[in-house]
Structures are given as structure tokens and as C-alpha cells.
């Protein structure tokens, strides 16, 4: 049940993130800072493209993906359309993913640390998904301040 409600809220908020990226009317402002905004769109899509593929993806999933966390913030002016392919990408490999996990893992121990202690499988799939909705929050708020 709970597993169903998950796929379903990242299912949403990968859409949105879509969405996001989509409504930029100048491509270039994906990747725009300035003032106190110390990260971009682009940045932040790619955070949370790098975070779910790395602890859903190849955490629970066994997909093999490698992060490579500092290229999340430091990358710069990948299209528009590549970051919609790797959202799309992103989404496939969550809901599958969460659609094998057997109910009764989310009472288990998460595979690896993440905070310094061991948490439930459960707690880490809340967390990540409070996680992608508050950086998108953030996402459209940058493309309404810089748009």
C-alpha cells in the first residue's frame, strides 16, 4: 500500500519536474544564478536526478548507477532536452523499482547509511520523496523569479 502511494507521489513530482524545466521560455535561464541564488534549475534537476537514481535506482534496484555528486552542481548548459530524457529515464527506473519492493522491506533496515545511522527502508523513501518536493518548489520558484 504504501509502496503504491510512494510511486505514485514521484510519478507526480517527476512529471512536475518535467513540467518545470519545459515552461523555462529561454533555455538558457535553466542554468542562471544570481544574487543569493547560489544554485541553478539545472543544478537542482540534476541533484535530484543524481540522488534518486543513486539511492532507489541502484540502491534498491541493483541498476548499477555510479553518482557522481560534485558533477550535480558543477555541470553547466546541458539541453533542455537531455535533462527531460534523463527525467523520463528517472521516473521509469523509480516505479519500477518500487513496484518490486515487497511491502514488508520498507520495515527493514535502508541497504547503506545515509545519516549517519541506519534507517528504515521506509523512512529513506519519505524522506527522498519530501526531498525531490522540496527542491522542485524550489525550481519553480527560480523560473518565476528569473523568467
Known amino acids: 500500500m504504501l509502496t503504491e502511494t510512494l510511486t505514485q507521489l514521484f510519478e507526480r513530482d517527476l512529471k512536475r519536474l ?5 515552461l523555462y521560455k529561454d533555455e538558457s535561464h535553466i542554468w542562471t544564478v544570481q544574487k543569493d541564488i547560489s544554485n541553478s534549475a539545472g543544478n537542482l534537476c540534476l541533484h535530484l536526478l543524481g540522488n534518486l537514481n543513486h539511492f532507489i535506482g541502484a540502491t534498491l534496484g541493483h541498476t548499477g548507477y555510479v553518482r557522481h555528486r560534485d558533477d550535480e552542481f558543477s555541470l553547466k548548459n546541458i539541453p533542455r532536452q537531455d535533462l527531460l530524457l534523463n527525467i ?3 521516473l521509469l527506473i523509480v516505479t519500477e523499482t518500487l513496484q518490486k519492493l515487497p511491502e514488508e522491506d520498507l520495515a ?12 528504515s527502508t521506509e523512512y529513506m523513501l519519505i524522506h527522498l520523496a519530501t526531498h525531490l518536493s522540496y527542491h522542485l518548489g524550489q525550481i519553480n520558484y527560480h523560473r518565476r523569479l528569473i523568467g
Open 18 to 22: 518535467a513540467n518545470e524545466i519545459s
Open 88 to 90: 523520463s529515464n528517472c
Open 108 to 119: 527493514a533496515d535502508f541497504p547503506i547509511e545515509v545519516f549517519g545511522k541506519k534507517d
